[in-house]
């Protein structure tokens, strides 16, 4: 049965930053299903699933998400996933984990905790008595490599692998077993410290990856009597899998004021978010030469676009174009169930990467998954 991707959007509140230099609010949510975009240019209304306004707290962002049903669905057995994107300072990181990893030793305040947070809290409620087992692994893609942020040391790149019946998937990627909220919450911690940031004029704490934790729910049958997914591992046990994805920001070279090796990883986060349909196509290639950006040019297509097409009439989805698309193929066109979440800037000063967010956003309603 074909099941829409769901993006939700949530619309963050203007920063002590954006408030001191008088940026205006030119976002805001027209009841709890569309946003609406007015500024001098620009009138524009988009639909969603949900929308969160600059007030909703955290709690309410994980109620009114239907998290909670994806986590069941994970228990189930499915491929469940859940993403974050939009432009760098939007939101993306605090929406999902809350400011933790992004404060050093300081534990975040209960209410601040993200999206993932309060999903590992739900899936443990779930996995007492009920015989789950449940492990972890967290990646990220970092300048076209996957790197696994679970394992000491420093990092290395691991090949990414296809078959037939489980797709793209990381090859010798580390996967931690856990058993409760700490645990899973220090693991969490310790990857997102190993992430590669980096600080630039926009965010002070830019995620310059992509990043993926992904925990796996292994059940034995027998045990729990919800229908089987269609996951089922080797012998009695099935497994599905819970992913949450931290994309790394589109941005504007021009705005970050990224010049070197910062442009570089710029031009590679752009790049693989093109293939993926949410970044326009690079302009002002020339100005990026004369900074000392090299890279490989930008991919054709764009996985979301072509998806979103009906299936007959589709061409090709090339996948292939990026790591980021492959791991997230079955997510986007396969069999698994996905949430997506638009994060944007209240900000007039942002309004074309916004424009842009809520466009690509709103293309991703057409796109269903066959789980
Ligand atoms: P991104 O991951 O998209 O680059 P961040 O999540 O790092 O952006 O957010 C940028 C800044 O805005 C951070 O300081 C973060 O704490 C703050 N912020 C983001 N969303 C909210 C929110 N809903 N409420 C309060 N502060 C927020
Ligand atoms: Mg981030």
């Known amino acids: 049965q074909a099941t829409p991707l769901s993006p939700l959007a949530r619309v963050r509140p203007l ?16 009841g709890d299903s569309a946003v ?32 909670r049903e994806l986590v069941e669905l994970a228990v189930g057995g499915f491929a469940c996933t859940v993403f974050a994107f939009g432009q760098t300072g939007s939101g993306k990181t605090y929406t999902l984990m809350g400011p933790l990893a992004q404060s050093e030793a300081r534990p975040a305040a209960p209410c601040a905790l993200g999206l993932m947070q309060r999903s590992f809290a739900c899936l443990l409620e779930q996995s007492w008595g009920a015989g789950l087992a449940l492990s972890a692994s967290y990646v990220e893609i970092y300048n076209e490599q996957v790197r696994d942020l679970l394992s000491p040391g420093p990092p290395c790149a691991l090949p990414l692998r296809w078959s037939k019946s489980r797709g ?8 931690v077993e856990f058993e409760s909220l700490e645990a899973v919450t220090a693991l969490l911690l310790e990857g997102s410290r190993r992430r590669r940031s980096s600080a630039h004029a926009l965010n002070k704490h830019s995620s310059r990856s992509h990043a993926l934790l992904t925990v796996h729910v292994r059940s034995r049958a027998g045990v729990t009597s919800s ?58 290639a020339a100005r990026r030469r004369r900074r000392g950006c090299h890279g490989a040019p930008p991919p054709a297509g764009h996985c979301i676009s072509l998806l979103a097409k009906p299936r007959g009439k589709r ?11 492959r791991l997230l193929a079955r997510a986007l066109g396969g069999s698994g169930i996905t949430l997506m979440v638009a994060c944007v800037s209240p900000s007039s000063r942002c309004l074309s990467e916004t424009l842009s967010t809520l466009r690509y956003a709103s293309r991703a309603r057409s796109v269903t998954t066959r789980p």
């Open 15 to 30: 920063t002590c930053a954006e408030s001191r230099r008088g940026d205006r609010r030119a976002v805001r949510s027209l």
């Open 36 to 67: 609406h975009v007015s500024a001098a240019r620009h009138d524009a209304t988009f639909g969603f699933s949900a929308v969160f306004d600059a007030g909703t707290s955290q709690e309410a962002v994980f109620e009114g998400s239907g998290m």
């Open 168 to 175: 793209f998937y990381v090859e010798n990627q580390l996967s």
């Open 227 to 284: 229908p089987a997914g269609p996951q089922h591992g080797a012998g009695s046990s099935r497994q599905g899998t819970l992913c949450f994805v931290d994309l790394a920001g589109s941005e504007r070279v021009k705005d970050t004021g990224s010049t070197g090796e910062l442009c570089v990883e710029a031009n590679n986060i752009n790049r693989s978010l093109l293939a993926l349909g949410e970044a326009r196509a690079a302009r002002g």
């Open 315 to 325: 061409p090709h989805v090339p996948y292939r174009d990026s790591k980021l698309t």
